[in-house]
Each structure stands twice: as structure tokens, then as C-alpha cells.
């Protein structure tokens, strides 16, 4: 679907807008975010104990490097640098990760089990943040850039369910006879 054609009047009242600003800093901010998720997920992957728990967070690695190249393009589309302003929010997030980790055994399901639930939050963050950046787009017209986002935003859905899908699969059973 190409891009609606603005005059030069309609662009400049878009880029101009309020909403427009709040739409660039929230792609700034999931820019960080995905950057950073792209470092911390191969710390994960080998803390995971299960080799589908470890597949999965590796393949959600390659789609999070697409996620990053996808918003600089959108960025691009837009007229306005890639630029990453810290997130707080994965900043909360990662850091929860890492505690997990720190905190269970090695080589135990319940670190696992862990693992799924903060790398679900996250997952749940991005849902939240590429939904309302394709609603965003959309609204400001942004056609090229809400299919950007639309792609990615199924990818984070399709991760989270795969994720609930290792942990009901045994993960989560087997967790909860394991011994503290």
C-alpha cells in the first residue's frame, strides 16, 4: 500500500503536530528498547536451561535485528534520524531478567519458568508500544510505516505465544516439583 500524497501544507501540519512529536519519541523509545533487547537476549538464551526455551530466544533474536532495521526505516519514511532515547520502562525490564537469572538455580526449570515470564513482559511492553505507534501512523498518515509496524507487532504477538506455548508445554509442570 503506497503512501497517501500529501500537499506540501498537509506534511508540514503532520510533522508540525503534537501528535506527530509524541509519536517520534515513542519510536525513539522503543528504538532503545529493541536495541537493547537485541544485547540482552544471547544472556538469556544461555541461561535457559531447555534447548526450545534457548531456541526460541535465539530466533526472537534474529527477529528483533529485523525489528531495529524495520524502525529505521520507518524513521526514514518519516523524514526524521534514527535516533534511541533510553527507555526506562526495558531499562526495568531487563534488569528484572537479569535478577531472575541471578536468582535461580543453573540448569533448573524454574529459571526457565523465569525466563518465559520476564521475556513475556517484555513482549507484552512491545505489543503495547507497536500498537499504539501502527494506531499513531495511522492517524498521521503514515500508510508505508503503519505496514512496518503492523509486521513487527504480529511478530512480538507470535513470539508471546510461543512462549506460553514452551511454558504450558512441560516447562511450568516440571518447575513446580523441582526443590528450592
Not at 533510553?86 to 529459571?111: D, F, P
Amino acid at each position: 500500500m503506497a503512501t497517501k500524497a500529501k500537499t506540501p501544507k498537509q506534511t508540514t501540519e503532520v510533522q508540525e503536530s503534537a501528535l506527530n512529536e509524541l509519536f517520534v519519541d515513542e519510536l525513539k523509545d522503543i528504538y532503545w528498547a529493541e536495541k537493547n533487547l537485541a544485547k540482552a537476549l544471547p544472556k538469556m538464551a544461555k541461561a535457559a536451561t531447555s534447548a526450545e526455551l534457548r531456541t526460541a530466544i535465539e530466533n526472537h533474536k534474529t527477529e528483533t535485528d529485523n525489528h531495529i532495521t524495520r524502525l529505521e526505516d520507518v524513521f526514514s519514511l518519516i523524514d526524521e534520524n534514527a535516533v534511541a532515547v533510553k527507555c526506562e520502562a526495558m531499562v526495568g525490564l531487563l534488569k528484572e531478567g537479569n535478577e531472575i537469572v541471578e536468582e535461580t538455580e543453573t540448569g533448573s526449570l524454574t529459571r526457565d519458568a523465569g525466563i518465559i515470564s520476564a521475556t513475556q513482559k517484555i513482549e507484552h511492553y512491545e505489543i503495547a508500544s507497536y500498537g499504539t505507534l501502527r494506531t499513531l501512523a495511522g492517524v498521521l498518515g503514515y500508510d508505508d510505516a503503519v505496514e512496518l509496524l503492523e509486521a513487527t507487532l504480529k511478530e512480538e504477538k507470535n513470539a508471546d505465544s510461543m512462549l506460553t506455548d514452551i511454558a504450558t508445554s512441560g516447562i511450568n509442570l516440571s518447575a513446580s516439583t523441582e526443590k528450592v
